[in-house]
Each structure stands twice: as structure tokens, then as C-alpha cells.
């Protein structure tokens, strides 16, 4: 059997939009558990106040970072339970994208990326925190918070620094 390959196949992945993780990293995280161990032993589902942000700036060597900030907040009649907030980036490399397409490209697709490993963290700060089973995120949908941080501005200006 041989391998077939389209004429321009190759010629096509070259002149097409490109996107590259090059790091990721943590930039900010912050665990609270102010009532533990009164806290652990809560019955029934608490309260959960998330919120999410995305930003974006470009960088003078032409690459972009792109900032995923995550809130979550854990509640019950008894008080706070837990809050954690995580400043999750990556470092990315964009080519042949127009310009009307990157800043969704920065603020939709690359927080997308991100998340499972946001997810992550915050899942073990929560278990390292003594909370079983440990919170898990939803997975989240970044053009729909997109979507509402541009109505939110009336459509004028760009999302974050993109």
C-alpha cells in the first residue's frame, strides 16, 4: 500500500492559520479554606460563585500571552468554604491570521488550550484542601464568554489588550 498525497497539501498547511502552545505556566494561585476543618465535614451541595476571564497582549518578539483567570468560591449557610483563584497563562506563536480574526483567536481558542490544566490545579487545590471529591470544573464555553464580554462593551474596543 502507498501513501497518497494531495498536490498542495503540504503548501496548504504552510499558508494556513498556524497557532503553537510554546509554555504554559502558573501565574498567580491563591487556596483559601477559612473554616477547616469545620468546613470538611459539610453535608449537601454548597454554593458556587465562578467567574472567567480572558486576556491577551501582544509581546515585541511577536508572540502573544494569553492570561486565563479563574474564581470560584464555595459557600453554605454556615459561611465560606473555600475560594480559589488561578492566574493560568500561555505563551503563544500565531501566523497567517488576519487581523480580524486573532483577537477570537486569542480570546476564544487559546483559553480553550489552557483549561484542562487550570482544571487541573484547581481540582487538586481543592483535594489538597481536604474537600472530597475534589471540585471539578464544567468545561466552559469561551466563545459564548466571549460572545457576552463584547456585548457587555458594546462591541467597541478590543477584548483584553489583543
Known sequence: MTDVTAPNAGSELQTGPQMRVLTQFVRDLSFENPRAPESLRMEGKPEIDMGVEMNA?????GLFE????????ASSNDGALFQVELVYGGVFQVANVTDETLEPLLLIECPRYLFPFARQIIA?????????????????DFAAVYAARKAQE???GAAGNA
Open 66 to 73: 494569553v492570561d486565563l483567570r479563574l474564581s470560584v468560591k
Open 154 to 156: 458594546g462591541g467597541v
Open 124 to 140: 487538586a487545590c481543592t483535594a489538597d484542601g481536604g474537600f472530597y471529591p475534589p471540585f471539578l470544573l464544567e468545561p466552559l
Open 57 to 61: 497582549r501582544g509581546r515585541a518578539d
